[in-house]
């Protein structure tokens, strides 16, 4: 378990739009000093959590699909949407695996990731109330998908494993995330869209001591820094990874966010609501409307003081107001 002492986050919950600033954000708190994480930022170390890379392997197992002349499981084309926006909730639960494995330092020994990460795709599946997706395949093509992803799926795998450290002493859990609905939607989103449905599939341990870190920009400048920052040959990349047009427009065109702070029963946090349980989660907003963090995506050599001094005082500033609502 988390062994923080009572100036660090447990959990952290970093939201935003696509390419709001999340990924640089974490670069930067990887790149700085324990003690400045600590005293400035009440962070300690980070270990990350991130349901991107599932996302893209799911897009990965669409496309041998259709090479294999099998129709797509999760998107309608590599360039559009979900088939169903529950799949969010999919990843959420898949995320709370990795959440109890990494606390635990699983590590996992199998004869094929693949088959193995499609066991947990279905897993995942049926906890969010759906059809378990991998089992509905013919046994020929369940067979030959798996050899053709083998080697992605063994590398998301040993990742996730090299994440895990040597001890929990003053650790805190980063999970990175995008959530929201229909450009121009009215509030409240519907259900599955927003954060206030994928919040409610969290584990409870993680709801219980977490905060949410929220980087603010319009959904505007989210499109354009996510096509900006786009390399077609690193689709798989935390920091390089595009999101299509149609998925921003569909998925990312607002979100949520703001609207639940305003609407939360406790000021200054969101409030979630699941099983019977409610949780009042501490909230505060990183306002990066003026694009304070694409500077950080460089190497930290080429990084100067006064910017890292700059950003540190803005930091500084929000996770303050964060911490003083947050009570372990």
């Given at each position: 378990?988390?062994?923080?002492?009572?100036?660090?986050?447990?959990?952290?919950?970093?939201?935003?739009?696509?390419?709001?600033?999340?990924?640089?954000?974490?670069?930067?708190?990887?790149?700085?000093d324990?003690?400045?994480?600590?005293?400035?930022?009440?962070?300690?170390q980070?270990?990350?959590?991130?349901?991107?890379?599932?996302?893209?392997?799911?897009?990965?197992?669409?496309?041998?699909?259709?090479?294999?002349?099998?129709?797509?499981?999760?998107?309608?084309?590599?360039?559009?949407?979900?088939?169903?926006?529950?799949?969010?909730?999919?990843?959420?639960n898949?995320?709370?695996?990795d959440?109890?494995?990494?606390?635990?330092?699983?590590?996992?020994?199998?004869?094929?990731?693949?088959?193995?990460?499609?066991?947990?795709?279905?897993n995942?599946?049926?906890?969010?109330?759906?059809?378990?997706?991998?089992?509905?395949?013919?046994?020929d093509?369940?067979?030959q998908?798996?050899?053709?992803?083998?080697?992605?799926?063994?590398?998301?795998?040993?990742?996730?494993?090299?994440?895990?450290?040597?001890?929990?002493v003053?650790?805190?859990?980063?999970?990175?995330?995008?959530?929201?609905?229909?450009?121009?939607?009215?509030?409240?989103?519907?259900?599955?869209?927003?954060?206030?449905?994928?919040?409610?599939?969290?584990?409870?341990?993680?709801?219980?001591?977490?905060?949410?870190?929220?980087?603010?920009?319009?959904?505007?400048?989210?499109?354009?820094?996510?096509?900006?920052?786009?390399?077609?040959?690193?689709?798989?990349?935390?920091?390089?990874?595009?999101?299509?047009?149609?998925?921003?427009?569909?998925d990312?065109?607002?979100?949520?966010?703001?609207?639940?702070?305003?609407?939360s029963?406790?000021?200054?946090?969101?409030?979630?609501?699941?099983?019977?349980?409610?949780?009042?989660?501490p909230?505060?907003?990183?306002?990066?409307?003026?694009?304070?963090?694409?500077?950080?995506?460089?190497?930290?050599?080429?990084?100067?003081?006064?910017?890292?001094?700059?950003?540190?005082?803005?930091?500084?500033?929000?996770?303050?107001?964060?911490?003083?609502?947050?009570?372990?």
């Amino acid at each position: 378990m988390l062994q923080n002492d009572l100036n660090i986050f447990d959990v952290v919950l970093l939201f935003a739009l696509p390419a709001s600033g999340k990924s640089e954000f974490r670069h930067f708190l990887a790149n700085i000093d324990e003690n400045t994480l600590k005293d400035q930022f009440h962070f300690g170390q980070t270990l990350q959590l991130d349901d991107f890379p599932y996302v893209h392997m799911m897009r990965v197992i669409d496309n041998e699909l259709e090479k294999l002349g099998h129709k797509r499981l999760f998107y309608i084309a590599d360039d559009q949407p979900e088939i169903d926006g529950h799949i969010y909730a999919t990843l959420i639960n898949l995320i709370n695996e990795d959440y109890n494995d990494l606390l635990n330092r699983n590590t996992i020994s199998c004869d094929s990731a693949a088959k193995l990460l499609f066991q947990r795709i279905d897993n995942a599946s049926i906890k969010a109330d759906l059809l378990p997706p991998m089992q509905s395949l013919p046994e020929d093509i369940y067979q030959q998908l798996a050899i053709n992803i083998e080697q992605q799926a063994k590398e998301l795998l040993d990742e996730k494993h090299r994440g895990y450290p040597d001890d929990f002493v003053n650790k805190t859990i980063v999970f990175e995330a995008s959530r929201g609905g229909k450009d121009k939607a009215t509030m409240p989103l519907s259900d599955p869209d927003g954060y206030q449905f994928s919040l409610r599939y969290l584990s409870d341990e993680i709801l219980k001591r977490a905060v949410i870190l929220y980087i603010q920009v319009t959904p505007e400048e989210s499109r354009r820094k996510n096509f900006e920052r786009t390399d077609p040959n690193d689709p798989g990349s935390i920091l390089n990874h595009g999101v299509p047009l149609a998925v921003m427009l569909n998925d990312y065109g607002c979100d949520d966010m703001e609207y639940l702070i305003e609407t939360s029963e406790v000021k200054d946090t969101v409030t979630v609501k699941k099983n019977g349980n409610v949780y009042h989660i501490p909230v505060a907003i990183l306002d990066n409307r003026d694009d304070k963090t694409t500077y950080f995506r460089s190497e930290p050599s080429t990084w100067s003081e006064d910017k890292i001094k700059q950003f540190t005082l803005e930091v500084k500033k929000v996770t303050d107001k964060l911490f003083s609502n947050y009570h372990k």
